[in-house]
C-alpha cells in the first residue's frame, strides 16, 4: 500500500517542491501517494476559510506531512497552517533541511517529529520511522 504523503509548499518555491517529488518518486522500494496540490494545478482565488478547509482535506489523509523547511517557511501563514493542522490531529511531520542549510527554521524545527537532511534514503528512512 503506497504511503500518503503531504508536502507542504509554497508556489512561489515550486522548484523545491518538484525536487522533492522527483526525489522521492526515484527511489526504489518507496511507494507514495502525493496529497498535495502542486503549482499547475493551483487553486484560484478563495476566501481563506476555505483554502483552510481544502488544504484540512489534503492533510486528514495522509500518514506524513512533509516541510521543506527553507528560510521561506518562517514567513509562510500557509506553510505554519498546515504544521498547526497536522500537529493537531497527530499527523505525523516530517522536517527536512534543504540541501547545504545549516540552519533550520526553528517553526519547522518545533513542528516537527523528525528532521532529516535531504537525501532519499535519510527522508525515507524518516518516512518509516515515524509512521
Not at 5 to 17: A, C, G, K, T
Not at 102 to 122: K, T, Y
Request: hydrophobic letters at 45%.
Amino acid at each position: 500500500m503506497p504511503t500518503r504523503l503531504f508536502i507542504s509548499h509554497s508556489w512561489s518555491y515550486s522548484e523545491r517542491y518538484n525536487a522533492m517529488v522527483n526525489l522521492l518518486n526515484n527511489r526504489p522500494y518507496f511507494n507514495f501517494t502525493n496529497y498535495s496540490v502542486p503549482e499547475a494545478k493551483a487553486f484560484g482565488p478563495m476566501a481563506r476559510y476555505k483554502m483552510e478547509d481544502e488544504l484540512r482535506g489534503q492533510i486528514r489523509p495522509v500518514n506524513c506531512v512533509i516541510i521543506i523547511g527553507g528560510m521561506w517557511a518562517n514567513h509562510s501563514d500557509w506553510i505554519k497552517f498546515e504544521m498547526d493542522f497536522a500537529n493537531s490531529i497527530n499527523k505525523p511531520v516530517l522536517g527536512v533541511r534543504p540541501r547545504g542549510a545549516q540552519v533550520m527554521p526553528v517553526a519547522v524545527a518545533q513542528a516537527s517529529d523528525l528532521v532529516v537532511n535531504w537525501n532519499s534514503d535519510s527522508i525515507v528512512a524518516g518516512i518509516r520511522q515515524i509512521t
